[in-house]
């Protein structure tokens, strides 16, 4: 099975940066993902990383250490709409197929 | 853009009685995942379909749960009969294969009373 974890919450201003940690253990790794989700929406897709090293896409970043089952994902020019939660996926080979299973999210607020 | 579309929004039940749950995913995307999740936590994978065949269904409860993909595009999650514990977000997500990225509908909230 997959273990994943991540910070519960996060605070921070407005403008300033963030950067949301999540470990992981699994077998059978192939992808890792970052989703947006606010408050009683479906999680949209941020970022994907399946190489070490780093994404960047606009204002958010992800990087990834598959040897250290370590990934990170960077918010910059925090701005009040980013308040949300943030969920860290692993892809990897399950009962059929690739699965994604899901850490339980960070939550971030953002303050002024 | 394409979207995953989910019917109903909203859903509130009595407990022993049957819901159903529709999602139409993305055109021209074979994979589809029916997930569920319980507020503040991460969603929990119920069943995945390839084209109408199931690839996994390890984690659905088959003694109330059951999911259908007929033709191979929109599906549909039934429960019967609902329970209490199964208030939660149940949200329908479409790859175009199975290692692509999944893109999430906007959830059916089912509340049981």
């Known amino acids: 099975g997959q273990n994943i974890d991540q910070p519960t919450e996060m605070t921070a201003t407005e403008g300033a940066i963030v950067q949301i940690n999540c470990t992981y253990q699994?077998?059978?790794?192939?992808?890792l993902f970052w989703y947006q989700q606010h408050a009683g929406e479906a999680p949209t897709f941020l970022s994907y990383n399946v190489l070490d090293g780093l994404e960047e896409k606009g204002r958010f970043s992800s990087f990834l250490s598959r040897s250290k089952g370590y990934s990170y994902l960077l918010l910059k020019e925090l701005q009040m709409k980013d308040s949300a939660s943030y969920l860290c996926?692993?892809?990897?080979?399950?009962?059929?197929?690739?699965?994604?299973?899901f850490g339980k999210g960070t939550k971030l607020s953002v303050i002024p | 853009e394409a979207e995953v579309a989910q019917s109903p929004r909203y859903k509130i039940t009595e407990k022993s009685q049957a819901v159903a749950f529709w999602c139409d995913p993305i055109?021209?995307?074979?994979?589809l995942y029916w997930y569920r999740q319980i507020l503040g936590q991460g969603p929990e994978l119920l069943v995945q379909?390839?084209?109408?065949?199931?690839?996994?269904d390890s984690q659905l409860p088959k003694d109330r749960f059951s999911a259908e993909r007929l033709k191979g595009v929109d599906s549909t999650l039934k429960i019967q009969p609902a329970e209490l514990g199964d208030s939660a977000m149940y949200l329908c997500?479409?790859?175009?294969?199975?290692?692509?990225?999944?893109?999430f509908g906007p959830g059916t909230r089912l509340l049981v009373l």
């Open positions: 055109s021209g995307h074979a994979t």
């Open positions: 997500a479409s790859s175009s294969t199975g290692v692509e990225t999944q893109y």
């Open positions: 996926a692993v892809r990897a080979a399950g009962a059929g197929s690739y699965q994604l299973t």
């Open positions: 379909f390839q084209d109408e065949s199931v690839v996994d």
């Open positions: 699994t077998s059978g790794f192939n992808g």
